[in-house]
């Protein structure tokens, strides 16, 4: 009997073996496999023929694709290398096109990288906890009288609290945000800006790390305080790592609390939330009951869970936990992702503000811009390509009649617009080195492009792939479909692919126009709020900060500052006016119906507060200070209270009111002001004069041209009252424009932005015009000999562009309207976006493509017809 | 232009392709090897340095007669080509100089 292979076998090398070496091969095979079962048996036959089948599994034999079938490596690499030699003459023959794609190109990624690199930085917050996935903020929602307000604090007990109740905590911590305080060891004091206070539990939840002291028992005692290592270099010098006692020295907390110093912690990561200089343990404070009760919301509590807790769950179970510990107390409670603090916060009456934050909004506009700069880049890419789809014609027409294949063509242009991307990203890199410091400076951060990480490498090479793929496909595409027969005998429509280039550029200028647009209104409404008529007198006041012995001295110093020539007022307050969160429904009001309650905003002023700030009395009189009673039971209210309360300014005089249970009379009424950032309505405000309340700050009015001389008589008598802290003082409209900074910043961005994405279409419109003028120059030479003027021939050539430009402003116009209409919505004092702005941007986009497409034009008028006509 | 770079397996298959004269095909190469080295050789190495040596135009091949045992397929069989030849001979004088420089003390040691 004649022995056979395994059919299985046989079948599968008949299979997958590449056609013309079937014979061959399988002859070879089966002869092999009967001189085999002859010496060494069938079984042993039968195995090696497997084995020799699956040996055939390789490159040279598999079955491929009919045209590739013979010798592929070799072909493709020449074929490979021979198309970037030819996308590299194509670059150097037609300098001008290359140099508008490759700078179009490279602005666009450029600024795309940029943006990246913020929103990254922006993403980066507080990702550094290793277990920040299961840590939650506890935030309140409080109702106040009828309205529910989002509070970021909470009561000092809740942390350990929830712990003891709820297994699913692993860890609670709890954090006091302070302001400014001193520190003294032996002779040296420092200011430090941030203290906080918190608990041992903090180096359980978070990550950050000691330098000295044990995680494990630190802040569990009262009197305990934690410095970052900067703060240490400043008290203990730049060698402090070498002394050996630092832990257990005694620390002098303004004057008056003597801490030991229990450890030294790592300085905070920029992109934390949670900013500090010092920590002071809470056990400190938790005997004093004011701060350290169930009614006062003081402290942010954080919480991380146990790895298999659900947050909702627990969420749902913590809810009214409030209310078991305050029977009469409404407030609800809810989780807050860490990750989502940072970007994702907005909370009432500032209560946020011991946390760094930042808003989503920005994130938005910015991508939207940098997405905007990169597709007006794309554009000019894919017109300029398509635009000279003529010359490249004859060149496909070549190809395809040699042999070339579609499929090959595609890929021969795609190289090109990959050899353009990157030689762009070569360049955009450098742009990123040159105008990262600018940006930095721009959005206040610090931002390093990360060359030392490879996701930073591979994210550029892959957003070059993505570019010279989303460049190329259409071009390569158009290009590739000419027929051959037509392309060469010169059958070729000139206005091919027209429409579609010229609604590309339609777009690129919708982009554009919206940007300017949108940079005029943002410019417009910062103005606004900056020139706004807020019911006082900003200019020339300076606000000083009270510090230490200053508190009980102010009287003192406000007498000595009134003497010096250049000071015309000085007011004592405890608020700067910028804006005032301190608030209260603690009041009753003659004639108030039963339930009707609100909020009331206040502050504690001296009888010059009015004459400094410049507030106006529209009935009644100020504070006086030789009338006793007016210290303890007089009020001054604003005209949005009087109305509030259901009184005319004038009838509100004399009507009783009382704050906190003091009883009072309302002495007179102020024109409203605005003591919050125009984002919000004026609401009721009253005015007390509570001497014996400290006041923290001191109003000061100087005279026009003496502000130097002020504040040096400003900084002698500080030093003089007291000796241990620096003056800090600020001037009023300053700290006023500071509460827009975001804004101005985001104004300032998208302005640069606005330039480049203009100037990156015009780039691509001045292409398309030399272009358009190379088309047309034996028309123009036979209109020149005819008779035409230069003016219209140049009218002739850009008419086309200007119709464009056109109809972009009427798409753009609406567009516009409704994104800068949802901005404005925000403010509750803004302007109307009025026409004008809309002129004078369409405008704009004119001339300026006018000046971009004229250029050429006049270039091609002013022409020698001789000359375009002799050459034929 | 350069010489084409020969592997070492290349360069056996091609000396056993030019030892076997007009009866150099895959079954017989491979066996010729086996039996010369002494390694165990596969059918598809033979055959994929025989594809790469006709790319390099280092033999050429033609189909042959078909025998029983084949089932009725069809032999190609190779020559060494005049290049190859020529590649070969560059191989063995390039050796041969290599060896003769030498220095007497070590080829000594060597052996």
Same mark, same amino acid.
């Given at each position: 009997?004649?022995?056979?292979?395994?059919?299985?076998?046989?079948?599968?090398?008949?299979?997958?073996?590449?056609?013309?070496?079937?014979?061959?091969?399988?002859?070879?095979?089966?002869?092999?496999?009967?001189?085999?079962?002859?010496?060494?048996?069938?079984?042993?036959?039968?195995?090696?023929?497997?084995?020799?089948?699956?040996?055939?599994?390789?490159?040279?034999?598999?079955?491929?694709?009919?045209?590739?079938?013979?010798?592929?490596?070799?072909?493709?690499?020449?074929?490979?290398?021979? &198309?970037?030699?030819?996308?590299?003459?194509?670059?150097?023959?037609?300098?001008?096109?290359?140099?508008?794609?490759?700078?179009?190109?490279?602005?666009?990624?450029?600024?795309?990288?940029?943006?990246?690199?913020?929103?990254?930085?922006?993403?980066?917050?507080?990702?550094?906890?290793?277990?920040?996935?299961?840590?939650?903020?506890?935030?309140?929602?409080?109702?106040?009288?009828?309205?529910?307000?989002?509070?970021?604090?909470?009561?000092?007990?809740?942390?350990?609290?929830?712990?003891?109740?709820?297994?699913?905590?692993?860890?609670?911590?709890?954090?006091?945000?302070?302001?400014?305080?001193?520190?003294?060891?032996?002779?040296?004091?420092?200011?430090?800006?941030?203290?906080?206070?918190?608990?041992?539990?903090?180096?359980?939840?978070?990550?950050?790390?000691?330098?000295?002291?044990?995680?494990?028992?630190?802040?569990?005692?009262?009197?305990?305080?934690?410095?970052? /290592?900067?703060?240490?270099?400043?008290?203990?010098?730049?060698?402090?790592?070498?002394?050996?006692? @630092?832990?257990?020295?005694?620390?002098?907390?303004?004057?008056?609390?003597?801490?030991?110093? #229990?450890?030294?912690?790592?300085?905070?990561?920029?992109?934390?939330?949670?900013?500090?200089?010092?920590?002071?343990?809470?056990?400190?404070?938790? =005997?004093?009951?004011?701060?350290?009760?169930?009614?006062?919301?003081?402290?942010?509590?954080?919480?991380?869970?146990?790895?298999?807790?659900?947050?909702?769950?627990?969420?749902?179970?913590?809810?009214?936990?409030?209310?078991?510990?305050?029977?009469?107390?409404?407030?609800?409670?809810?989780?807050?992702?860490?990750?989502? !603090?940072?970007?994702?916060?907005?909370?009432?009456?500032?209560?946020?503000?011991?946390?760094?934050?930042?808003?989503?909004?920005?994130?938005?506009?910015?991508?939207?811009?940098?997405?905007?700069?990169?597709?007006?880049?794309?554009?000019?890419?894919?017109?300029?390509?398509?635009?000279?789809?003529?010359?490249?014609?004859?060149?496909?027409?070549?190809?395809?009649?040699?042999?070339?294949?579609?499929?090959?063509? !595609?890929?021969?242009?795609?190289?090109?617009?990959?050899?353009?991307?990157?030689?762009?990203?070569?360049? #955009?890199?450098?742009?990123?080195?040159?105008?990262?410091?600018?940006?930095?400076?721009?959005?206040?951060?610090?931002?390093?492009?990360?060359?030392?990480?490879?996701?930073?490498?591979?994210?550029?090479? #892959?957003?070059?792939? @993505?570019?010279?793929?989303?460049?190329?496909?259409?071009?390569?595409?158009?290009?590739?479909?000419?027929?051959?027969?037509?392309?060469?005998?010169?059958?070729?429509?000139?206005?091919?692919?027209?429409?579609?280039?010229?609604?590309?550029?339609?777009?690129?200028?919708?982009?554009?126009?919206?940007?300017?647009?949108?940079?005029?209104?943002?410019?417009?409404?910062?103005? &606004?709020?900056?020139?706004?008529?807020?019911?006082?007198?900003?200019?020339?006041?300076?606000?000083?900060?009270?510090?230490?012995?200053?508190?009980?001295?102010?009287?003192?110093?406000?007498?000595?500052?009134?003497?010096?020539?250049?000071?015309?007022?000085?007011? @004592?307050?405890?608020?700067?006016?910028?804006?005032?969160?301190?608030?209260?429904?603690?009041?009753?009001?003659?004639?108030?119906?039963?339930?009707?309650?609100?909020?009331?905003?206040?502050?504690?002023?001296?009888?010059?507060?009015?004459?400094?700030? =410049?507030?106006?009395?529209?009935?009644?009189?100020?504070?006086?200070?030789?009338?006793?009673?007016?210290?303890?039971?007089?009020?001054?209210?604003? #005209?949005?209270?009087?109305?509030?309360?259901?009184?005319?300014?004038?009838?509100?005089?004399?009507?009783?009111?009382?704050?906190?249970?003091?009883?009072?009379?309302?002495?007179?009424?102020?024109?409203?002001?605005?003591?919050?950032?125009?984002?919000?309505?004026?609401?009721?405000?009253?005015?007390?004069?509570?001497?014996?309340?400290?006041?923290?700050?001191?109003?000061?009015?100087?005279?026009?041209?003496?502000?130097?001389?002020?504040?040096?008589?400003?900084?002698?008598?500080?030093?003089?009252?007291?000796?241990?802290?620096?003056?800090?003082?600020?001037?009023?409209?300053?700290?006023?424009?500071?509460? &827009?900074?975001?804004?101005?910043?985001?104004?300032?961005?998208?302005?640069?932005?606005?330039?480049?994405?203009?100037?990156?279409?015009?780039?691509?419109?001045?292409?398309?015009?030399?272009?358009?003028?190379?088309?047309?120059?034996? /028309?123009?030479?036979?209109?020149?000999?005819?008779?035409?003027?230069?003016?219209?021939?140049?009218?002739?050539?850009?008419?086309?562009?200007?119709?464009?430009?056109?109809?972009?402003?009427?798409?753009?116009?609406?567009?516009?309207?409704?994104?800068?209409?949802?901005?404005?919505?925000?403010?509750?004092?803004? !302007?109307?976006? /009025?026409?004008?702005?809309?002129?004078?941007?369409?405008?704009?986009?004119?001339?300026?493509?006018?000046?971009?497409?004229? &250029?050429?034009?006049?270039?091609?008028?002013?022409?020698?017809?001789?000359?375009?006509?002799?050459?034929? | 232009?350069?010489?084409?770079?020969?592997?070492?397996?290349?360069?056996?298959?091609?000396?056993?392709?030019?030892?076997?004269?007009?009866?150099?095909?895959?079954?017989?190469?491979?066996?010729?090897?086996? /039996?010369?080295?002494?390694?165990?050789?596969?059918?598809?190495?033979?055959?994929?340095?025989?594809?790469?040596?006709?790319?390099?135009?280092?033999?050429?091949?033609?189909?042959?007669?078909?025998?029983?045992?084949?089932?009725?397929?069809?032999?190609?069989?190779?020559?060494?080509?005049?290049?190859?030849?020529?590649?070969?001979?560059?191989?063995?004088?390039?050796?041969?100089?290599?060896?003769?420089?030498?220095?007497?003390?070590?080829?000594?040691?060597?052996?």
């Amino acid at each position: 009997m004649k022995l056979t292979p395994p059919r299985w076998a046989d079948r599968l090398l008949e299979w997958f073996c590449a056609p013309h070496l079937l014979e061959e091969v399988q002859g070879d095979l089966h002869e092999r496999f009967q001189k085999n079962a002859r010496v060494f048996g069938e079984e042993s036959a039968r195995w090696d023929y497997i084995v020799s089948v699956l040996g055939f599994i390789k490159p040279f034999a598999l079955k491929r694709s009919k045209e590739l079938s013979s010798s592929p490596l070799l072909y493709i690499q020449i074929m490979i290398s021979n &198309y970037f030699k030819i996308a590299f003459r194509n670059l150097l023959k037609h300098k001008g096109y290359s140099l508008i794609n490759i700078a179009g190109l490279a602005i666009g990624l450029a600024c795309c990288m940029t943006i990246g690199l913020f929103i990254r930085d922006e993403l980066s917050y507080d990702r550094f906890h290793a277990n920040g996935k299961s840590i939650y903020r506890v935030v309140e929602q409080q109702n106040q009288v009828g309205t529910f307000y989002d509070i970021a604090v909470t009561p000092g007990p809740l942390a350990p609290a929830l712990k003891a109740d709820y297994p699913e905590i692993q860890a609670a911590t709890r954090i006091r945000q302070r302001g400014l305080r001193f520190l003294q060891h032996d002779s040296t004091t420092i200011e430090i800006e941030k203290t906080a206070i918190t608990d041992n539990e903090f180096f359980k939840v978070f990550d950050f790390k000691l330098e000295r002291g044990n995680a494990k028992t630190i802040l569990l005692q009262p009197r305990e305080v934690i410095i970052t /290592e900067s703060t240490a270099e400043k008290l203990f010098g730049s060698n402090w790592r070498q002394s050996d006692k @630092l832990l257990g020295e005694p620390l002098i907390m303004n004057n008056e609390d003597t801490l030991t110093l #229990a450890g030294v912690v790592q300085d905070i990561p920029v992109n934390s939330h949670i900013q500090f200089d010092a920590l002071v343990s809470a056990k400190t404070y938790e =005997g004093i009951a004011r701060s350290y009760r169930w009614g006062n919301n003081d402290y942010y509590t954080y919480l991380q869970l146990r790895p298999e807790a659900d947050a909702m769950a627990l969420e749902k179970k913590i809810v009214n936990y409030i209310k078991g510990k305050e029977p009469k107390s409404t407030t609800t409670l809810l989780l807050q992702p860490l990750y989502d !603090i940072y970007l994702h916060s907005n909370f009432a009456f500032n209560t946020d503000s011991g946390s760094k934050t930042s808003k989503i909004i920005y994130i938005h506009i910015f991508s939207i811009v940098g997405i905007i700069i990169l597709l007006i880049a794309l554009f000019n890419f894919i017109n300029l390509a398509t635009a000279r789809a003529m010359q490249r014609g004859r060149e496909v027409g070549v190809r395809k009649a040699i042999g070339a294949l579609r499929k090959q063509l !595609i890929f021969q242009f795609l190289s090109e617009s990959v050899l353009m991307s990157f030689i762009a990203v070569f360049f #955009a890199v450098f742009l990123l080195i040159a105008f990262l410091p600018l940006m930095n400076n721009l959005a206040a951060k610090a931002i390093v492009i990360p060359f030392t990480n490879p996701y930073f490498h591979l994210t550029v090479l #892959a957003l070059t792939l @993505l570019i010279s793929l989303l460049a190329g496909i259409y071009p390569a595409f158009y290009l590739s479909g000419f027929q051959p027969v037509k392309v060469l005998k010169g059958v070729f429509k000139a206005g091919s692919g027209q429409t579609f280039r010229r609604s590309l550029v339609v777009s690129q200028f919708v982009f554009s126009i919206i940007l300017i647009i949108g940079t005029i209104v943002i410019y417009k409404q910062l103005t &606004y709020i900056q020139n706004k008529n807020l019911g006082f007198d900003k200019s020339q006041v300076l606000v000083v900060r009270m510090k230490n012995n200053l508190y009980q001295n102010s009287a003192n110093m406000k007498a000595d500052l009134l003497k010096q020539t250049s000071i015309t007022n000085v007011a @004592l307050s405890s608020t700067n006016l910028v804006d005032v969160t301190n608030s209260t429904h603690a009041i009753k009001w003659e004639g108030q119906l039963e339930k009707d309650e609100f909020l009331m905003t206040l502050g504690n002023v001296d009888p010059d507060f009015l004459p400094t700030s =410049g507030i106006k009395l529209i009935a009644g009189r100020n504070f006086n200070a030789t009338v006793t009673t007016d210290t303890s039971s007089a009020y001054i209210i604003n #005209a949005s209270a009087a109305k509030r309360m259901g009184w005319t300014p004038e009838q509100a005089i004399g009507k009783t009111f009382s704050l906190w249970e003091t009883k009072g009379k309302i002495i007179g009424v102020v024109q409203d002001f605005h003591f919050h950032p125009l984002n919000t309505l004026i609401e009721p405000f009253v005015f007390r004069y509570w001497p014996k309340e400290l006041y923290s700050r001191m109003l000061v009015k100087t005279n026009p041209g003496q502000t130097h001389e002020a504040i040096a008589s400003i900084e002698k008598l500080y030093k003089q009252y007291e000796k241990q802290t620096a003056p800090q003082y600020e001037f009023l409209d300053q700290a006023l424009d500071n509460q &827009y900074r975001a804004e101005h910043r985001t104004g300032t961005i998208v302005l640069y932005f606005s330039i480049l994405a203009i100037f990156v279409s015009c780039l691509g419109l001045f292409g398309l015009a030399t272009f358009s003028a190379e088309q047309r120059t034996k /028309e123009i030479g036979i209109r020149k000999v005819l008779g035409a003027s230069v003016m219209s021939i140049t009218t002739l050539l850009s008419k086309d562009f200007i119709r464009l430009v056109l109809i972009a402003n009427s798409m753009a116009f609406p567009i516009a309207f409704y994104v800068m209409n949802s901005w404005l919505k925000d403010f509750s004092y803004r !302007i109307d976006i /009025e026409w004008w702005v809309f002129v004078m941007a369409g405008l704009l986009a004119i001339v300026i493509a006018l000046i971009t497409v004229s &250029y050429q034009s006049i270039k091609a008028a002013l022409m020698n017809p001789v000359k375009t006509l002799k050459s034929e | 232009m350069k010489r084409t770079y020969l592997g070492e397996f290349e360069e056996i298959v091609l000396l056993t392709v030019a030892i076997m004269g007009d009866k150099a095909y895959g079954v017989s190469i491979t066996e010729e090897i086996e /039996e010369q080295t002494g390694r165990s050789v596969s059918v598809s190495a033979v055959h994929a340095a025989l594809h790469r040596l006709e790319e390099k135009n280092m033999v050429s091949s033609y189909m042959g007669d078909a025998t029983a045992e084949r089932g009725g397929r069809r032999k190609r069989l190779f020559s060494v080509t005049a290049l190859g030849n020529r590649t070969l001979d560059e191989i063995r004088l390039l050796r041969n100089r290599l060896w003769d420089n030498i220095p007497l003390r070590i080829f000594s040691t060597l052996q």
